[in-house]
């Protein structure tokens, strides 16, 4: 099991970067993929990105890329998610969700654990 937590988030304006963080606890975090999902007030959690277990795949939507970049480092039990070039619609909860599943999946219902989420808000 894995438990995770999602750090970084805050307020910024269109045009500019933050960076995300999701911090897992557990002694096998190198077995889980990791995706990154937000939800908009009054819409469906989407899927944002997400990295295999080694790091060595990397997976985005299409309203993201070139924008985003997801990483991990398996020593420090992380995974970082790297905006840049902020929209006023990337305004959402980011949450972070790991699965062991070798198949990487971009619906909510491939993960099997969750953070709380942390806001994003990004003004025009």
């Known amino acids: ?8 988030g805050g307020l ?10 999701c911090a897992a606890s557990g002694r096998t975090f190198s077995n889980y993929a990791v995706g990154w999902f937000r939800q908009a007030p009054g819409k469906e959690r989407t899927f944002v990105a997400a990295i295999s277990r080694s790091g060595g795949s990397t997976y985005y939507a299409d309203s993201v890329k070139g924008r985003f ?3 991990r480092d398996n020593a420090k039990t992380t995974v970082g998610l790297q905006m840049n ?6 305004t959402a909860v980011y949450y ?4 062991r599943d070798l198949l ?3 619906a909510q219902q491939g ?9 994003v808000t990004v003004s025009s």
């Open 104 to 106: 990487i999946s971009r």
């Open 96 to 99: 972070c969700a790991a699965t």
């Open 1 to 8: 099991q894995v438990q995770l937590v999602e750090s970084g």
């Open 85 to 90: 070039s902020l929209k006023p619609e990337d």
């Open 12 to 21: 910024v304006q269109a045009g500019g970067s933050l960076r995300l963080s």
């Open 69 to 71: 970049t997801i990483s």
């Open 111 to 119: 993960y099997d654990y969750w953070g709380q989420g942390t806001q």
